[in-house]
């Protein structure tokens, strides 16, 4: 998208990106934004407008925030806000256009995964000081998230959601297969075997997958990290200098995900499908083309909806046997200020109040997220749904992908590697080997 181009009609200050484009699973976690202006301190100057680009293009997020959030808080703090709403694919392009031309905004959205790239470019403020001055009971209620937003223990992200993927299954699947719905599969060996039962086949085609995990590009690298963290390994070394994950807990975790749709007691069918970004009437559960799948938590609310006579029921994170329970997730897409800003302070303000617990729970509550705080266990949003409730029990379970330069490019060629270990290319060995040096030098060389 052009940012300059023309407004849509109008939405209070409200500019749209141009071009759509499909948003996934984790991307349907997005975010609102806003940026600089006047500080609430008075040290910003005279300006009191915030200009502000938020990724996605959800109309729900976007009517939420134009309409309630946005002319809410200029009230209050008598700022003019503008907002840009840039598609998830083009909003590293854009920012990247936009920091060259010196036209970037006060504030923007990202997810975490990039922040430490912005970091290394001087791109953004460092934030410690202004988390520090929050009251400690705000720090205790954001902890669970604020670790997702840091890089080398520095805050530079702000998250407004917790994101995650766990396993939704369908309990009368359960029933009809022997199943104890009651009791679902603690670890991925129970799930692994559970799923066996609940396979069903025409001949050697599955006709029902008992249970489905993401395997299109970039969510086979979620999937794997998620296995991956369930058998106690890790992607990088703690220094973030090398890779972890061409272990022998990553070829277990790469041997379980290539097992699942190969050999004699595959469970998964239609390999590299993106069931994850089907509308919810046509996701696998509740066409009965599945009775397990992985999912985030906005998709498991829209299947519910679709299917409100299905009993579908969410589990706890797996682990391997022995392991620790851990799951693909944590820190959702948050807020970042621009270190030219010259409204870092209003800035700041908007950021705080995006995270209050009213307009924190409001926000999460109209876009389908995870709660940010801890304390919206007790609102109505969570206590209403089992589904929420349980991502926010589980949350101390969800781990992401570390915030290291140069994450980006270490993700695809794992991806690219991964893809061909799934398709019986290369062993999980030679796979992780591989893409374990490419990561190094990428990683070598950023740091």
């Known amino acids: 998208m052009d940012v300059h181009s023309p407004r849509i009609p109008r939405r209070r200050h409200v500019r749209r990106a141009t071009t759509l484009v499909a948003l996934g699973a984790v991307a349907a976690l997005t975010l609102s934004a806003c940026a600089a202006g006047d500080g609430g301190s008075g040290d910003d100057g005279g300006d009191k407008t915030l200009s502000v680009w938020l990724p996605g293009t959800n109309q729900t997020e976007i009517d939420l925030v134009t309409d309630t959030i946005v002319p809410a808080f200029e009230k209050e703090s008598g700022a003019d806000v503008e907002v840009t709403f840039v598609d998830w694919g083009d909003i590293s392009t854009k920012l990247n256009s936009a920091f060259a031309a010196g036209t970037a905004p006060d ?18 403020l460092d934030l410690d000081d202004r988390v520090a001055a929050m009251s400690a009971d705000d720090r205790d209620d954001l902890a669970a998230a604020l670790p997702g937003g840091q890089v080398d223990g520095v805050q530079y992200l702000m998250p407004l959601s917790l994101q995650g993927y766990l396993v939704m299954y369908d309990a009368d699947a359960f029933t009809a297969a022997g199943l104890d719905p009651d009791a679902p599969p603690a670890t991925w060996e129970e799930l692994k075997t559970a799923a066996e ?13 008992g249970f489905l995990a993401p395997s299109q590009a970039i969510a086979r690298q979620q999937s794997f990290a998620t296995f991956l963290f369930g ?3 890790e992607l990088v070394n703690e220094e973030g200098t090398e890779a972890a994950f061409a272990s022998k807990e990553g070829v277990d975790a790469l041997d379980f995900f290539t097992g699942l749709y190969s050999g004699d007691t595959a469970v998964s069918a239609n390999l590299g499908e993106d069931y994850l970004n089907a509308p919810a009437a046509q996701q696998p559960l509740v066409q009965g083309s599945a009775a397990m799948t992985i999912q985030a938590a906005p998709m498991m609310q829209q299947i519910v909806d679709a299917a409100p006579d299905r009993d579908l029921r969410v589990m706890p994170a797996l682990s391997f046997e022995g392991g620790d329970p851990a799951a693909f997730g944590g820190a959702g897409p948050g807020l970042m200020i621009n270190a030219d800003s010259k409204s870092p302070d209003l ?24 709660p940010v705080r801890a304390s919206a266990a007790d609102s109505d949003y969570a206590k209403n ?23 980006v490019q270490v993700r695809d060629a794992l991806d690219k590697e991964l893809e061909r270990a799934l398709n019986g290319v290369a062993s999980s060995q030679e796979a992780l080997d591989a893409a374990a040096a490419e990561a190094d030098k990428i990683l070598g060389a950023n740091g």
Request: aromatic share 10%; no cysteine; charged share 15%.
């Open 231 to 233: 058998a106690g390994g």
């Open 347 to 370: 800035a700041w303000d908007f950021i705080e109040y995006m995270l209050s617990p009213e307009v924190s729970t409001e926000y999460t509550q109209g876009t389908g997220a995870i």
């Open 107 to 124: 504030v923007f959205g990202h997810g975490p995964a990039a922040t430490a790239d912005f970091v290394a470019n001087d791109r953004i």
């Open 385 to 407: 749904s089992p589904i929420i409730t349980t991502f926010l029990e589980q949350s101390e379970h969800l781990k992401a992908n570390p915030n290291v330069v140069g994450w």
């Open 197 to 209: 039962a609940l396979t069903e086949r025409d001949g050697q085609t599955i006709t029902r997958s």
